[in-house]
């Protein structure tokens, strides 16, 4: 497996609270995604890194930003929840960006 | 803006049978890709396909790629229980991040 943990894996959280998602790699790899997991939606890209410092915006950004200060982790902040985010977050990452992404065991977050 | 679709979302097949799942996308691809998820799991990458008319296969499942048609087909072959997972096909195309397909939950029955 590609060393990539995510934590928490479960939280659950009330509206209007901050929330961080953390996402570790000990491969080295360039590229980390954040993507979220909804019934009936598949997997939908949040926010991506390309480097330390260097991120953009993914197909569902409003309400989440990011931080890549490191290698090695990649964090997801949700400013202020709310129930719309309630989800299974997923992180990826991948070593040049054309190779198949390995994925984190993911987040399940609940937002009350 | 690239655009995946599956179909279908969800397939019940018997044990033995053979089906295929249909995976289109709206613009030129670099790459395609499949992936399988269990329940409550993570994805774990299954094929990458990178040119027109490649073909790739692994046990029971056979994945190929038409990039004429902007379709990509998972066929199964004579279905086991252990098959049963949700599917995602997913496409890179230019600078793009992977774009998912919603995914197609198979349940292979006895």
């Known amino acids: 497996d590609a060393g990539i943990t995510q934590s928490p894996r479960h939280k659950v959280t009330e509206t209007g609270t901050p929330v961080t998602l953390r996402c570790h790699q000990t491969e080295n790899h360039r590229y980390m995604y954040w993507y979220r997991q909804d019934p009936g939606h598949g997997l939908r890209l949040i926010h991506y890194s390309y480097g330390v410092k260097d991120t953009d915006k993914g197909e569902v950004s409003d309400g989440y930003s990011v931080s890549r200060s490191k290698t090695e982790d990649f964090l997801l902040t949700l400013e202020s929840a709310t129930s719309s985010q309630t989800s299974v977050y997923f992180c990826?990452?991948?070593?040049?960006?054309?190779?198949?992404?390995?994925f984190g065991n993911g987040t399940r977050l609940t937002v009350t | 803006e690239l655009k995946v679709e599956q179909n279908p979302l969800f397939l019940s097949m018997q044990e033995g049978k053979n089906y295929t799942i249909y995976c289109n996308y709206s613009?030129?691809?670099?790459?395609l890709y499949w992936y399988r998820q269990d329940p409550g799991k993570s994805l774990e990458s299954l094929f990458v396909l990178l040119s027109n008319g490649a073909v790739k296969q692994e046990g029971r499942l056979m994945a190929s790629l038409d990039t004429k048609a902007r379709l990509s087909t998972l066929h199964i072959t004579a279905a086991v229980h252990d098959l049963s997972a949700t599917y995602f096909c997913?496409?890179?195309?230019?600078?793009?991040?992977?774009?998912f397909g919603k995914g197609t939950r198979l349940s292979v029955i006895a």
């Open positions: 613009t030129t691809s670099d790459r």
């Open positions: 990826a990452i991948s070593a040049d960006g054309n190779s198949p992404l390995h």
């Open positions: 997913a496409v890179e195309s230019g600078n793009t991040p992977l774009v």
